[in-house]
């Protein structure tokens, strides 16, 4: 019987006449008492066959337990059930007795045969059959371990051991299905880890996620693997109302003194856990509650210990887990596993989603799936959309419209974005956001974006459709082309509140756009409550005449001032950007692309813009005074090629963090005179932390300068060293500098003092021939292409993590010579680089041709407190069709017991992934990886380092060294090892790293 169909735990089988009433009582309440599911018949039975319903209680139960008192081979009944369990049996006598049929089971099978040798005539050949048939049964009995009862040990312990024992042999069934479990074995591991069982204290923790996430799932897994090692244990399941019977605060009374195992599922009210758990102090020590639930802060409030959210199922996993249901035992057809993916993609990973579309999709043709999805792209699976639905039932009406606003309109927008928006609207924002992500319909993303599943998305879009079902006119929100084109009458819009219309264009066959939305140009509607205009391809040559901007907070209408055709006709292209004076609460401005127009003057009085995009309007000759933009965080003129200019600025931008001047004209900052010395206005920028200037012209910035690029300057006009950081620079929020291009030749020797810059890029700076000391809070820099450079610090390429590129700087060669490193690098963190040259450094004594290097290692080479890791190097050559790379690298271990591991995806593929531009010769490339694999290094007898490289360059010849402490005090180093038979035996505090 397959796992998982079992009527039974355990078969108890035994002589009745012998144990009924006492030893086999006694554990049959045992059993049960610890919620083992116990098969014991209770009837005095006689006869010479066991019935058919003992036979499928055998062949129904997961084991059985043999209690074999003196008399139990007496009965041909015991020994017939005997011979039906012969592969189950587990607790039995001692083999000497037993096995060997002596004493009185010796003795019974004896008997047996006389009594069938008086009566051979009749059916001797078959009873004879049966005696030996018993006989292997208790032979193959007696060879098996057992528990045997003793007079010096109670009976209650006896039948403890018996009960501890089977209950684990459960759990170990119950873990084997839980392997079965798709994605759900690291999982299980994780929360046990929360769990802490050798722990005393009483410990809840919280199983968090959205709807059809696996909670449950999970839960049951954890509750069959747990439930032995409790003194008591109960399950709520599925209760979702709030008025719970207040009876079961008898709970804390019964429990208070012992060890229970409580699992609360899918708990949707503060009232089921004030109920049902009370307190800490309701349970007995070492007490373990599990509570379910897709509301977080229902946990925050209950005090649980930790919480432990339930992520959606990665690709390989989310395809397994739909494979099961849907293809059972018979393999897809090729035509089906075209379409698998986009199934699963459906899915998002989510369990629900994968096994309700799994099963409706079991057995049926490719046709069907065709059929299938094309169903889903028009209306979402209703078991599906009944489960997520729930979520939002439970939400106030406040979040409920926060989250259909964002289902609709603003998934993928930043947090801060949607934030003014909405609250222009009315919305308290604070706690909506929160409570969404609590009850896990909304997430934040890393770049602090909001988030959803799909199938959440579809849940908002399919509550908004069913307000109205057949006239959308009548809904609420409108996103769909389809139905915002049929009811479009301006006039009646009296409460618009967003307004985003995408793509309003078309192209046609011949290669012109067309409108797709005919609008007069005299069209009106009501602007009083619009707070967001976002309309991509405006069809109008100017807004309407009476356009009220009085309660706009995000205009975006990039193509207003763009030339556009209609048809066959050249739409006439405004020439100033309106009036904004009435707008006071604009914070964001968008007029990307305006080729043709000049900016209204209004433009600099706007205290609460937040967010300038100018970018691309390539005719912009000026800009006028934006002294009173006092909230500006953002002003990008990028591509703004004939602006050559700043405007007039306040004389404080306390919140300015992101300047972008790249492909602009701007050549000096003459305009910003009064940010321009820091000596009297120190702080002006202190936000700053974002500068490009790729492309541009400028010589020289003032000391918070922002972004730089290169704009074709020429030689000639080029400084020979920028002076944009000045003595008495405040820069001190700066975390990205862009001079990509530029045509400096030095950079200032004060650089280091821009003490949070992660990110350094010099791409192209062709007449640059040095580096400084940079900044400890270097990640990563880029100066690929830089021609001239010569002179680099060596405090400048190994601190801290990430890449360091100097591709094609030829006049680096061998530069890994100069490569001294001194200061106190954290040697927890890895690095690489790459630079021109064609031999591995001399000091890598573990070096070979080719892509792989393989050796054997000494016993004693790994010495814990002073082995730091592997410093790695490759020798790349380009190929004719080289372009942007990527260099990977795999450590493959053998141990002393033929056990072997790779590492790669452990560490992010182990890959250092540092793309850059494509090299034109032989480059060297540097790395160290710290050693915090997650098995012993010590027991490894083979290492096989194997490099590769994409992007058309192969790798030509390959090396590694060990890099140990070294030294005995504080002014003690790190070197690299001379051999792996010359491990380095100090421990000492890391100070200094050399290689020589």
């Known amino acids: 019987m397959q796992k998982g169909f079992w009527k039974y735990d355990v078969f108890l089988s035994f002589r009745g006449e012998d144990s009924r009433y006492t030893f086999t009582d006694h554990l049959y309440k045992a059993l049960r008492a610890k919620g083992i599911e116990t098969f014991m018949d209770y009837q005095l039975r006689r006869g010479e066959l066991i019935t058919p319903a003992h036979v499928t209680a055998i062949e129904g139960s997961r084991h059985s337990i043999i209690v074999l008192s003196e008399n139990y081979a007496s009965s041909k009944w015991c020994l017939d059930e005997l011979v039906k369990m012969l592969t189950v049996p587990k607790y039995q006598r001692t083999e000497g007795y037993v096995g060997n049929q002596r004493g009185s089971f010796g003795k019974a099978l004896a008997d047996h045969e006389e009594k069938l040798k008086a009566d051979h005539e009749k059916k001797l050949k078959y009873d004879m059959e049966r ?41 170990c069934v119950s873990s084997s299905d839980a392997k079965n479990l798709v994605g759900m074995t690291c999982c299980i591991r994780e929360l046990e880890s929360l769990l ?73 009210h503060r009232s089921m856990l004030e109920t ?59 035509d089906i596993m075209k379409l698998l993916d986009q199934i699963t993609s459906y899915a998002q990973g989510l369990p629900l989603a994968l096994k309700v579309l799994g099963c409706s999709l079991c057995d049926r043709n490719a046709d069907s799936w065709t059929d299938k999805l094309n169903q889903l792209k028009k209306i979402p699976n209703g078991e599906i959309q009944e489960v997520l639905q729930i979520s939002f039932d439970g939400l106030e009406d406040n979040e409920k419209e926060i989250f259909l606003d964002i289902a609709c309109f603003f998934r993928g927008r930043g947090k801060t974005f949607v934030r003014k928006i909405l609250e222009s609207c009315g919305f308290s924002m604070v706690s909506g956001i929160e409570n969404l992500i609590d009850k896990s319909l909304i997430t934040i993303t890393w770049d602090d974006r909001l988030e959803m599943h799909d199938l959440l998305q579809e849940v908002g879009w399919q509550i908004i459709r069913k307000t109205s079902p057949k006239e959308p006119g009548k809904r609420r929100r409108l996103w769909e082309q389809k139905d915002i084109s049929h009811i479009l009458k301006w006039e009646t819009m009296t409460n618009l509140r967003l307004l985003e219309i995408y793509r309003s264009n078309l192209q046609d066959t011949g290669g012109k756009m067309q409108c797709k939305l005919h609008i007069s140009d005299d069209f009106k509607f009501h602007y009083d409550g619009l707070r967001y205009l976002h309309w991509d391809e405006y069809p109008c040559e100017s807004l309407p005449f009476d356009f009220e901007s009085e309660n706009l907070v995000h205009f975006y209408m990039p193509r207003l001032w763009k030339p556009r055709i209609c048809g066959c006709q050249l739409l006439p292209i405004p020439k100033e950007t309106p009036d904004f004076s009435r707008a006071t609460n604009l914070e964001v401005l968008v007029l990307k692309g305006c080729t043709n127009c000049k900016v209204h003057p209004s433009l600099g009085y706007f205290s609460k813009l937040i967010l300038l995009n100018l970018e691309n309007c390539t005719n912009l000759e000026h800009l006028p005074s934006i002294r009173w933009l006092v909230s ?25 963090s992101k300047l972008c001047l790249d492909g602009t004209a701007i050549t000096d900052f003459s305009g910003w005179s009064e940010l321009g010395n820091f000596q009297e206005n120190s702080g002006n920028l202190d936000c700053l932390n974002e500068l490009n200037s790729d492309d541009s012209t400028i010589r020289q910035l003032p000391s918070s300068s922002v972004v730089l690029r290169n704009h074709n300057a020429s030689p000639s006009s080029a400084p020979r060293r920028s002076h944009f950081i000045r003595p008495h620079c405040t820069l001190t929020s700066l975390t990205h500098l862009n001079l990509s291009g530029t045509p400096i030749i030095h950079l200032p020797w004060n650089l280091e003092r821009l003490f949070m810059l992660q990110r350094l890029e010099l791409t192209n700076c062709r007449r640059l021939q040095a580096l400084p000391v940079l900044p400890s809070s270097i990640e990563r820099m880029n100066a690929s292409n830089c021609t001239s450079l010569e002179l680099i610090s060596p405090q400048s390429v190994f601190k801290r993590f990430g890449g360091f590129l100097f591709g094609n700087c030829f006049k680096l060669r061998n530069c890994h010579s100069k490569m001294e490193h001194d200061g106190h690098p954290n040697v927890g963190i890895p690095f690489s680089t790459i630079f021109p040259g064609s031999e591995i450094p001399d000091w890598f004594r573990h070096h070979s041709q080719g892509h792989e290097i393989n050796i054997e290692v000494p016993p004693d080479w790994y010495i814990n407190s002073n082995f730091l890791g592997f410093a790695l190097s490759a020798v790349m050559a380009p190929q ?56 012993s290094c010590e027991k490894w007898s083979h290492i096989k380092f194997s490099f590769s490289s994409s992007g058309g360059c192969v790798v030509k010849s390959c090396g590694f060294c060990p890099v140990y402490i070294k030294g005995t005090s504080d002014e003690g180093d790190y070197s690299s090892g001379s051999a792996l038979d010359e491990p380095r035996r100090h421990a000492a505090k890391p100070s200094r790293i050399s290689y020589q």
């Open 196 to 268: 802490c069982l050798e722990s005393t204290k009483v410990l809840m923790v919280g199983i968090w996620g959205m709807g059809g996430i696996g909670k449950t799932t999970l839960t049951k897994v954890i509750y069959e693997r747990l439930f032995y090692q409790f003194e008591a244990r109960t399950s709520f399941k599925g209760i979702r109302d709030k008025n719970i019977n207040m009876g079961l605060t008898s709970i804390k009374a019964r429990l208070h003194s012992k060890k229970v195992l409580v699992v609360i599922d899918d708990v949707n």
């Open 632 to 656: 500006l965080e953002t002003l990008i003129l990028s591509d703004c090629s004939k602006l050559e200019k700043l405007p007039e600025v306040p004389q404080l931008m306390p919140y300015l």
């Open 131 to 171: 005696v030996q048939e018993w006989r292997k049964a208790l032979t193959q009995v007696g060879k098996i371990s057992g528990f045997t009862s003793s007079r010096d040990k109670p009976e209650t312990q006896f039948i403890e051991e018996i009960v501890t024992d089977i209950s684990k042999d459960l759990n």
């Open 276 to 334: 049902l758990v009370g307190g800490h102090d309701w349970f007995g020590p070492q007490s373990q509650i599990i509570i379910t639930t897709r509301d977080k802060h229902l946990l925050t409030i209950q005090g649980v210990d930790a919480v432990y959210e339930v992520q959606k199922l990665e690709d390989d996993n989310a395809i397994q887990l739909f494979s099961h249901y849907a293809f059972k035992n018979k393999p897809p057809t090729r």
């Open 880 to 935: 004719q069709d080289s372009r942007a790379w990527y260099m990977y690298c795999d450590l493959d271990t053998h141990d002393l017991n033929s056990n072997s591991h790779r590492i790669n995806s452990f560490f992010g593929s182990w890959t250092y992934q540092l793309q850059h531009t494509p090299i034109e010769s032989d480059h060297v490339w540097l790395a160290y990886v710290p050693s915090f694999f997650s098995f």
